[in-house]
């Protein structure tokens, strides 16, 4: 229970970092440029520098009744929410993988999942995805395909998180070429939505994000986080639709979408496919 406390805790300070880019970054700048990471923290609307107390993740946002100690205004939700999320990752991807929190299989899907926490806040303020986070999921990919194929933990019947299942799609037999495959699939469907729908239905951000989704996962995974990424768009798009909060020709954040069938993908995958094929008594 302590060292479960203790990772949350740790999760909740990256969290807090987290925010601090996602709301300082801008387009057209670098992501860790020093306007980003650098200077103290201070309340958005007052601008007061903020105490040491005033930044204990969750704990103070809890204390402070969700406002600032000097103008009373009140804070975004996200600061305690991405803290907390972050916190969550640190204890349940190892739980998850089954593997030791430090295992180098476990580091890099931690830090996976914070990349695609900023990915889904910066996307969703700006509409945009920064080519820097995009690079460095492809690179953590390629690193875990080199854990798989050193570990051997990748067959017919393993090394993808539809469980037995992703022996039905082929495509086993070589770890490289199943994950190259999956990126290669993934950015060319994408950009043919691209280039048919003239960019209005996706932008060049998805379709750089879906290529190192096909390195993380591999086949027939990507095939699920496609398939899903839609249909929760889907799910979220149609009620602003019917309400007349967004139009057919609005701009709509697919990246967050993509991230969320992931995170599905990742946790349930073996789940979801399983549910799926028994209505066909599979």
Known sequence: MINYLSFFIIGAAIGSFLNVISLRYKPGKKLFSEDVIAGRSHC?????????????????????????????????????????????????IPISLGVPIFA???????LIFFIFILISLIDFRHYIIPDQLN???AILGLFLISIKEKTRTFGMFEGSFLGHYSGLFGLRDNIWINHFFAALLGMIFFGLIIILSRGRAMGWGDFKLVGPLGFIFGWPDILMIVFLSFIIGSVFVAPL??????????????????????????????????????????
């Open 104 to 110: 180098p299989q476990s580091i890099i899907w931690i």
């Open 44 to 92: 958005p609307h007052c601008r007061k520098i903020l105490k040491w107390y005033e930044l204990v993740p969750v704990f103070s946002f809890i204390i402070q009744k969700g406002k600032c100690r000097h103008c009373k205004h009140k804070l975004s939700w996200q600061y305690p929410l991405i803290e907390t999320l972050s916190g969550l990752i640190f204890i349940f």
């Open 135 to 137: 690079f460095s999921l």
């Open 241 to 282: 639709l019917i309400k007349g909060v967004k139009k057919m020709k609005d701009v709509v954040p697919f990246g967050p979408f993509l991230i969320i069938a992931s995170s599905l993908t990742f946790f349930f995958g073996y789940q979801i496919i399983n549910s799926y094929f028994s209505l066909f008594g599979v």
